[in-house]
């Protein structure tokens, strides 16, 4: 059986070009020993990404040029010499960008039997989904009552980070860009804030108008002129939950860090950056709780879906163009 998989072909400065992004086939050998074979239903793409294709580690290791890419997907396993999953069984595992993936069973997971969408699992149930609920609880330490403010509040993370803070009976702005995200965001109750055509002084002023009693909580998907506008409207002993800084992820040099960072001991405020993996052990207190709630409709998410294997680098480019509402997918066909 043959599986079509990406490559990175050079690690790219600034945005990457789509030329950087190689499709090409393999013939898979026979399955050894604990490994499972499947035939993937949907890829995710996801900001992070793109710090795994700077050559250096991080918090995880880099993409290998000419080998092919990872990413979190959702498909049915079709061949299994593993005893814990059979044929036909629906899992998730991080053999993305690629329509056939042939894995160890360790490394695959099977689908919780919820009444919910299977690509869930890749957004509001999935590495989104807790990464909103991880900085939003563990990290920011969110309380009822909080003045909350959330960046790219209508993407995967930060759309279900203001509902949960909603749901806490917090006072929650978000910030986004396009009309219809801001529209979005005002349906479920959020104070929208956009960014477009203001700089750092001009955001701030609309943040303090959308909430007069400063900010408790920030939760940060994006950097720049948000963090600097956030940083001038904390209340005493704010918290920041940090996810990441988006609107640096393509910059080919190092930019300058907020002007008032001194915010931070002035106000006796908090800032820590997180990564979701390091809190993964906490996933069943997270499904327990987000889990029935998105079964029951209570809690909106959109999804933004490309068809096709061959649209994945299209859609991955298009997280840095505000291409997104919600959570990106790719639909492979089954």
Not at 87 to 93: A, I, L, T
Not at 167 to 190: F, N, R
Request: charged fraction near 20%; proline fraction near 6%.
């Amino acid at each position: 059986m043959q599986s079509h998989f990406y490559t990175l072909t050079d690690y790219p400065q600034g945005l990457p070009d789509r030329s950087l992004f190689k499709l090409e086939t393999q013939t898979l050998p026979e399955l050894a020993d604990g490994e499972v074979r499947i035939r993937n239903r949907w890829l995710s793409v996801d900001p992070y990404m793109r710090g795994r294709m700077n050559g250096v580690r991080t918090y995880v290791d880099p993409f290998e040029l000419g080998q092919p890419m990872e990413g979190g997907a959702i498909g049915e396993v079709i061949e299994s010499n593993d005893a814990s999953l059979k044929v036909g069984d629906r899992v998730s595992h991080m053999g993305g960008w690629r329509d056939i993936a042939q894995l160890p069973a360790q490394g695959v997971t099977p689908l919780p039997d919820l009444d919910v969408p299977e690509q869930a699992y890749l957004g509001v149930l999935g590495m989104p989904g807790m990464t909103a609920w991880t900085g939003l609880n563990l990290i920011a330490e969110c309380k009822p009552g909080d003045n909350v403010l959330v960046s790219a509040a209508s993407g995967a993370v930060g759309s279900l980070a203001v509902q949960l803070a909603k749901a806490k009976g917090c006072h929650v702005v978000g910030i986004a860009g396009a009309a219809h995200k801001l529209a979005w965001l005002e349906s479920l109750g959020v104070e929208p804030v956009s960014y477009r055509d203001r700089n750092a002084h001009e955001l701030s002023d609309a943040i303090k108008l959308a909430s007069p009693n400063g900010i408790d909580v920030y939760y940060e998907n994006v950097g720049g002129i948000c963090l600097e506008a956030a940083l001038s409207q904390l209340n005493e002993g704010a918290r920041i939950a940090v996810c990441g800084m988006i609107d640096g992820y393509n910059d080919a040099e190092p930019t300058p860090g907020p002007s008032n960072l001194s915010q931070l001991v002035t106000r006796k405020a908090k800032m820590q950056g997180f990564i979701v993996a390091d809190h993964w052990s906490s996933y069943p207190y997270f499904l327990n709780e987000v889990a029935p709630q998105v079964a029951a409709g209570k809690l909106a998410y959109k999804e933004t879906v490309k068809e096709g294997l061959e649209s994945t680098p299209e859609a991955f480019l298009a997280l840095f163009e505000g291409g997104n509402t919600g959570k990106m997918l790719v639909k492979l066909d089954s």
